[in-house]
């Protein structure tokens, strides 16, 4: 093996440390962009969790407002059939007044012609 001058070995020696320098920084960047992924993937992490949580939340309301829903329905059937009820004893009680309202005009004629021929004989 022959001898180095050392100019040479001083150049060898100023490549290779840039080289490790060159690979330092290259690492340090490296370094630096992971940790701003990893960062960044804990802050998904995190907000992932908080949608599914803020998803869990508005589930349970939205089924308790469906159960409310269908509670008003069924409340709304039953006040509907009340009123169709109350709307048919209301027709036949009309129409009862109205049929005795026919039967006294009909008395109050026949009393008319009763009174009428009275008076005449």
Same mark, same amino acid.
């Given at each position: ?17 840039? $080289? ?15 940790? @701003? ?9 995190? $907000? ?6 803020? $998803? ?6 939205? =089924? ?10 069924? =409340? ?9 009820? @109350?709307?048919?004893?209301? =027709? ?26 009275? $008076?005449? @004989?």
């Amino acid at each position: 093996m022959k001898k180095e001058r050392p100019c040479e070995l001083n150049q060898k020696l100023k490549r290779l440390r840039t $080289s490790r320098d060159a690979l330092k920084q290259n690492n340090h960047k490296k370094n630096l962009l992971n940790k @701003a992924l990893r960062d960044r993937n804990v802050e998904i992490t995190d $907000s992932r969790d908080q949608w599914k949580t803020r $998803s869990q939340e508005l589930n349970c309301q939205k =089924e308790e407002l469906t159960q409310q829903i269908q509670v008003v329905q069924m =409340e709304l059937q039953n006040a509907q059939k009340k009123i169709k009820a @109350a709307t048919e004893e209301t =027709e036949r009680a009309r129409m009862r007044v109205d049929e005795e309202r026919e039967r006294a005009n009909r008395l109050q004629a026949e009393l008319e012609i009763i009174r009428g021929k009275k $008076s005449r @004989a």
